[in-house]
């Protein structure tokens, strides 16, 4: 078993291709930790999924830096072997922090399967070797802008459009691009941004043929969310509310939604994951993969997990040139069929380029055990 000798942490930048915005705000710029675990034999890279504030979750980069640095990083180094179920282990003796514990369980898995020369696909027993792309599109400033965007995509070749809402701004763009593209896979994602008193707002959406509402209340509330469920067609697909294969099954249990979207940042990384989807499909709830403005490293990882056999969904496992001019790896293209290639080398199957790597760095440090290095 190879071993664990440090931790490095690092402070990316990336500008994205335009402004990202969503209920909570504007995205211009991407910027995560990343988390790269150096073994005796290789070495492991993980990306935390948190943002700069603490709005799609309770995490943020500030906070996710400190809780690894001070508290996770040096568990995981006493815990000694690059072994990610002994990580997570190891990991479970502090409350929370689920995208900071996401990114040192992920890393600690790439080093261990790097080190056999085993692929992250192959070890989790992945059942295609490409996977359908779907694509989130932003809340547009105006409804000839959006649909410019959606026509744009679809000529890109995706196989299904998410269209951000919120409240003002839903049902009349759900019907023009409808109206405009009766027959593609459409759903919407509300980011929680409504209340059960707007279910109108989503029967008005039931003539409209979505594959999905996407977390439309609270992220906190299954109680409300089954009422709401209940009185539309449409499926409702949990997101913020699934943190866990816990969450899931409470989920599934209380009629909360029907469809799950699994992003393994949020739930705490692969490992949870995989229980999520294991549980899903032995209950036949469809499962799909989620995206979070992720550089290639979890963009990779994505990519794998949306190779299981439950993920019968196209996720948002867009193309690397959707959002960055110039990824931290080589870049993830998508084929004119709207499918992307699944990783097959060792561990996540990509590294991030030296060169680009140190041009996005505002900020670097390395975890020994018993003493950290000087901060670069």
Same mark, same amino acid.
């Given at each position: ?76 180094l ?5 072994? =990610?179920? &002994? $990580? ?5 003796? /502090?409350?929370?922090?689920?995208? *900071?514990?996401?990114? @040192?369980? !992920? #890393? ?17 027993g ?16 105006t ?32 019907? =023009?691009? &409808? $109206? ?5 896979l /459409?759903?919407?994602?509300?980011? *929680?941004?409504?209340? @059960?008193? !707007? #279910? ?32 539309i ?78 993920f ?5 496992t ?48 390395i ?10």
């Amino acid at each position: 078993m190879t071993r664990i000798a440090a931790i490095e942490l690092f402070l990316v930048e990336l500008p994205l291709v335009r402004p990202f915005r969503t209920s909570f705000g504007e995205t211009v710029t991407k910027r995560c930790v990343l988390v790269r675990v150096e073994a005796d034999d290789a070495e492991g890279w993980g990306e935390c999924v948190a943002d700069d504030r603490p709005d799609f979750s309770g995490e943020f980069n500030e906070g996710a830096w400190i809780a690894i640095r001070d508290f996770l990083a040096p568990l995981v180094l006493d815990a000694g072997d690059a072994d =990610a179920a &002994r $990580a997570e282990l190891a990991l479970r003796a /502090l409350r929370g922090n689920r995208m *900071a514990k996401a990114a @040192l369980i !992920d #890393a600690v898995l790439d080093a261990a399967l790097r080190a056999r020369g085993v692929s992250l696909a192959g070890w989790l027993g992945a059942a295609r070797h490409r996977v359908e792309c779907g694509v989130s599109v932003g809340i547009a400033a105006t409804t000839d802008a959006l649909l410019e965007q959606v026509d744009g995509y679809l000529a890109d070749g995706y196989r299904r459009i998410k269209l951000k809402i919120e409240p003002g701004t839903d049902v009349e763009r759900v019907r =023009a691009v &409808r $109206a405009a593209h009766p027959d593609i896979l /459409l759903s919407v994602d509300a980011n *929680a941004a409504y209340r @059960l008193d !707007d #279910a109108e707002v989503f029967r008005a959406m039931d003539d409209a043929d979505l594959l999905m509402i996407e977390q439309p209340l609270h992220h906190e509330d299954f109680a409300q969310h089954a009422a709401l469920q209940g009185q539309i067609e449409t499926d409702v697909c949990l997101d913020e509310s699934i943190r866990s294969a816990a969450d899931a099954t409470a989920a599934l249990d209380l009629g909360a939604c029907r469809i799950v979207n699994i992003k393994q940042g949020r739930v705490g990384g692969i490992l949870e994951a995989k229980r999520i989807h294991d549980h899903c499909l032995t209950r036949g709830a469809p499962v799909w993969c989620g995206g979070m403005l992720e550089t290639g490293v979890g963009r990779a990882q994505n990519l794998a997990l949306a190779a299981l056999p439950g993920f019968t969904l196209p996720g948002d496992t867009s193309a690397s040139s959707r959002y960055f001019p110039d990824d931290l790896t080589e870049p993830f293209e998508m084929a004119p069929d709207g499918t992307m290639a699944v990783p097959s080398g060792a561990g996540i199957g990509v590294t991030p380029r030296p060169d680009r790597l140190a041009a996005c760095t505002s900020r670097r440090e390395i975890i020994r055990r018993g003493a950290r290095a000087a901060k670069e």
